[in-house]
């Protein structure tokens, strides 16, 4: 989704932007922009990606200015649409990321008076109100305007002969970095990384009136103070590390970062919110989705506890009667459906806890207390060390919950993933390289580990991945096997193995290619399917977590042999800040 940054200091602002885009560039986008401030206002703006020359061929110069990356949301990607966005006269120009839902009527007014717009965007409303109200005072023009927005911002706004830049935000992030002369501002802390450690998250309201040597907040007309506070992350976690890609690197790094999520353990405040509850209901989008069905599973037996899994994207317009503690699960904490059902569920008076692996981000903002992830910035658009370190984090819960029930796995799990980093799997990837469909499917709670397998493999392959409910393959799916229609079926020791495995030669009878994921050493499973992939025989929950990174390894090398743009797949973006 869009990302916004900006700067004002003693150094080159172009360079310092373009460098912040490209550290902005996993959010996902279509095309980008810049503009800097002198006795004139400059502009540069490109539908594409930013090449690595892309400083030096932006011909602008100064030491303020403000850049984007965009998402297309109102308006076709192209150069006109692209951010930053001018008045009618250039000398005021604004990034914004968000939506401003009441742009129509706010453009037919302002065309009413005569104003000219170039783009189709909702964001240029904000350039021509604030022209209206501009005469010299950059923060007096953009407060007045505020209030007439409806829908989410973050904006960065700069003027022709005023070295300032002024910010503002309503339910879309931004984050200040506060250095030594120099301010910068972004929708999150990466671009902040290689130049200061100290943030402060701005809250909904808030406008910033920013110099190189000073910032003020203000909140409802009022100066207000907001915490400095020091970022966990370092810029060595944003490179690739000699890896080829970004999803690569984070899918080794998931011993680590499960480790750490553990080791950080939960503070005695979530732990009695958790001992408290009477019934938990967890709301998560698509790979947060899924871990948060994987916990039910685990969790509701054992702790004898109602639990719900919601879709975020739903729940805001289904939602059910609610009661007891809400978790929001979301890895960059800025999902704006998941967001939307967590302020649901603060208006209906139940305690919230976030679960996230953004130090800072909204979801922390809004919940009654946070569990932080310890998985470290997650760069490629797809979700792997994020899911494993919720699957932590989430463990922790029932651990508090049921007298320790995972202590003794939890301390080994790590190594088991480390184990299966490296197991063979080219024969399964050849064969799903080839494949224009393939099914993917578990009982109980390898069935949410299955739609987590299918939703890697096609979000990043682009091959047609769905993941079943293996019984209900039976029910209507069964119609699409074919000899060139793989299936990946989960099957381990359990209560569900034998029914796993007639299944199986069910879908053998119907002459589809099997690649099951089984225990080691397992012959008879080895033997009626068409690739056995073994996976360490032990406690369940170390097998949810071994196979989860398998299916992973497969969705990416699955990738990489269409040639795919694996860390940044088409059409995606790694925050999605937009219901
Ligand atoms: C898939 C993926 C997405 C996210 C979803 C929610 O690989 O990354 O499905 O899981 O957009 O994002 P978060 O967890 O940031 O709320």
Redesign the pocket.
Known sequence: MCGIVGYIGRRDATGVLIQGLKRLEYRGYDSFGLATVGSAIEVYKKVGRISDGEAGATGLAGYAGIGHTRWATHGEPNDINAHPHTDCTGRIALVHNGVIENYSELKRQLEGRGHVFRSETDTEVIAHLIEEQYDGDLLAAVSAILPRLEGSYAVLVIAADTQKIVAARNASPLVLGVGDAEVFAASDMTPLLEYTERVVYLEDGDVADITPDRYTIYYDGREVERPIELISWCVEDTRKGGFAHYMLKEIFEQPQSFYETIRAGIDDHVRQMVMEADEITLV?????YHTALVFKYLAEPLCNLPIRVEMGSEFKYFTPPLHGLVIA???????AD?IAALKMAKARNCPTLAITNVQGSTVTRIADETLLMRAGPEIG???TK?YTAQLAALMQIVNARCDDAFDDVLSHAHLAISEVLIREIREAVALCAKAEHVFFVGRGPFYPVSMEGA??MK?ISYVHAEGYAAGELKHGPFALLTPETPVVAICTPGPTYSVMASNIKEMKARRAPVIALGVDGDKELAEIVDIFIPIPNTHLLVQILTISVTLQLLAYHTACALQRDVDKPRNLA???TVE
């Open positions: 998560a989008c698509g790979t947060s699960v979301s890895q960059s904490g800025e999902t998941t658009v797809a979700a994020s939703l890697k979000e790694k925050s999605v």
